[in-house]
């Protein structure tokens, strides 16, 4: 089916600043709740809300297979569980409703006033209930710089790592939407030299790690993998992601079984999926892979997406300094080889499970994707334009990551994902 | 509250079986498909399963606050979210129906038939739909054993062990109830000796882990954390859990992350959930920890239960052997200490969440509870009944695990964990 929605000679009768991320060519999928608290599945054309489920009972999607239903919900889970032919279907449509040349909906202004709001007039909530999620570790600049700093920097990369698109399982109750701020965590730390006695108290290495997650569909049964060649046609997109870390926390406990408590206080992503069929003009060649991948990791075609990616740190009060650009093509091992190993034992994966790509980290000093990284562990703070420097994110700072591609014809952006880092709360024995 | 339930006492107008797992003291809680195709709560009864949705609908829990369908439902999760006073209440109620004493149900032919079925006309599902799976590592003997045979003999235990309940996040989505098959899984594997090239095939060293998992009700917002003192409250029950792990797979891809693809493709867990008020005449001790506990997971009282658990092997037309025993109470760090543990740093737990033990092993070598350990990596072959010998677990091969407390005047057990290992699919590519 061809994806007429990305057309990028296609305007809007909507206006739309020239820089958005949400050109009519992009039509993400998110959930937000209205002024009138109606929670519902929407788009966003511009700087507008627009409610699919009012769409949907207003007619519009006539012609496409839908429940319903399928929009009055609070999660996504269930559309992206209807399949690609769907979702391509819907987002056809939706183009073609917001087309210039369109004089549907453009002309009805009760429909408009029930269908369309600013985004000042909605709260975005999460997208999906996400079942399970996990992390990759796919980044090699980031795996050889924690590697450098924690282990051993002859033996950076451990021997496993360009071999398999390494994982593990996190916490998916702990994810939320962009704006929620998140609380310092208390944790146990590594004993002081010549002790042996643990520390604990607020995390003092408080950082944030610069991720992508993909979001599946329902995938495989129990038992079964899925071949790589099929494996893009079960994620439905992608969103930010800022995989919150307490480096002292992780540093204590993360030996034999990977990080936790260092983790799972909170997972931050952007409210909006772009999805796959949107970023399709943005693939690029893959990585050179060291080794050549074992067949169940090999396909043909471009994997890989130009994805431009900047983190900036706000402290309060202050104004935003930039302390990151990367960029999603420079992930080591692609999302089809992720999800084609993840699945390769017969794991199953569902409508709504969410993999991160782990922190992405390019190869220049200022293209790595943590303050670890950044300031090398603390050794080379970054300076701030109010003049302050930071090691590590101080209370009351601000995080915001950013995302888009951009070609000579179109950009398509992911909007912001912000966290603000609260003090932790005092502990009482 | 009274727990009037567990008055030892009490005799049942059902006929059990003097040496049953399921007593009129033991009321656990799980989810059936009847011969009528209806999902429903229930509870069983000696060998009798009885349909709580019914009994609900037939107007038996009157005066407990319950919203109408809260046990028809395809998992407990609502139930558990509405707290400990309430399972209490439902707990006292289903005993006293069910209580030589009552003529009300058990003079009513017609309600009968509609309530009380035999087990083998109901086929039992999750209990739960597990949000998140969380598995500790709290055997000090099992952690001492993996850390001998995969790592540094004098120094098995690292050093973080005696300080913190060590854990990690697994996989929800492959969580199975007893009697699903478990297919071996493909996977990487080291590279043998002077090779530079992995492995890959089906796993060679399949192996069962003796676990027990205990289930949460909603317990605290995202950022809170929920004192020791308070632990018990938010936890519902037990189940019995065999945390499938492929050896080779996970010694290859482990580190620094932890367990992936050698977990996520079968996780069982027996059907029904004794609850943890169920539990209370077998409290004992808390084993003596080598280091004062922190604050934090520091509390008074008894938070370790005797529960003896076993584990059998049954070849394909074999009868079984038991290969292991071992009891809940060898635990190292205590259910309550987890659970404050995994809530420290603000980490939020929801109804339905499930946390496992980790490997149960004792002090001695027929109770070490996974094949690893019991054949010391094979070294030392465990030979069965029929004359065959295993180092791990063959195709074919059905492993069972089951669990119970007993006193002088009750038995409360948890049922059979089984699960058959079926032959890897053969892979195309």
């Not at 709740?33 to 054309?45: A, H, L, S």
Request: net charge negative.
């Amino acid at each position: 089916m061809k994806i007429t929605a990305n057309n990028p000679n296609r305007k809007s009768w909507l206006s739309i600043a020239e820089n958005s991320d949400f050109p009519i060519q992009n039509i993400p999928f998110g959930v937000f709740i209205t002024k009138d608290d109606i929670i519902t599945i929407g788009t966003r054309i511009g700087d507008f809300a627009i409610d699919l489920g009012a769409l949907h009972q207003l007619g519009y999607f006539e012609g496409i297979p839908l429940t319903d239903d399928i929009f009055l919900q609070d999660s996504l889970n269930d559309f992206i569980a209807d399949g690609r032919k769907t979702w391509r279907l819907v987002r056809n449509r939706i183009a073609d409703i917001f087309d210039i040349e369109n004089n549907g909906l453009q002309q009805q202004t009760a429909h408009k006033d029930k269908i369309i709001f600013t985004m000042e007039e909605v709260e975005m909530l999460l997208p999906v209930s996400v079942g399970d999620y996990t992390d990759f570790y796919a980044s090699k600049e980031h795996a050889t710089n924690v590697g450098t700093l924690f282990r051993d920097p002859k033996n950076a990369l451990m021997p496993n790592w360009l071999h398999i698109p390494i994982g593990y399982h996190g916490r998916s109750s702990s994810i939320i939407p962009s704006g929620i701020p998140v609380r310092r965590p208390y944790g146990q730390v590594k004993p002081v030299e010549g002790s042996n006695t643990p520390g604990f108290g607020p995390s003092r290495l408080l950082d944030f790690e610069l991720e992508m997650a993909f979001i599946t569909t329902d995938s495989n049964n129990l038992g079964e993998r899925i071949p790589i060649e099929e494996t893009e046609e079960h994620i439905f997109g992608l969103v930010l992601f800022n995989d919150w870390s307490a480096r002292d926390i992780q540093a204590w406990e993360y030996q034999p079984l990977g990080p936790f408590l260092g983790k799972n206080f909170a997972s931050t992503i952007s409210p909006w999926i772009v999805t796959l069929d949107a970023l399709e003009p943005f693939r690029v060649d893959n990585p050179k892979q060291v080794y050549e991948p074992m067949p169940y990791l090999k396909v043909d075609g471009k994997k890989s997406y130009d994805i431009k990616l900047q983190v900036g740190i706000q402290p309060e009060g202050g104004t935003e300094t930039v302390v990151a650009n990367s960029n999603f093509k420079y992930m080591y091992w692609t999302m089809a080889q992720q999800l084609a190993h993840h699945t390769v034992n017969g794991c199953n994966v569902r409508s709504g499970d969410m993999m991160g790509s782990g922190t992405i980290s390019g190869p220049t000093k200022d293209s790595f994707g943590s303050m670890l990284e950044l300031t090398w562990r603390g050794q080379n703070p970054i300076a701030l334009n109010d003049g302050s420097t930071r090691k590590f994110i101080n209370d009351n700072d601000t995080v915001i990551m950013r995302a888009h591609c951009e070609n000579d014809e179109v950009r398509i952006g992911f909007g912001e994902c912000i966290g603000k880092v609260l003090p932790a709360i005092p502990f009482k024995e």
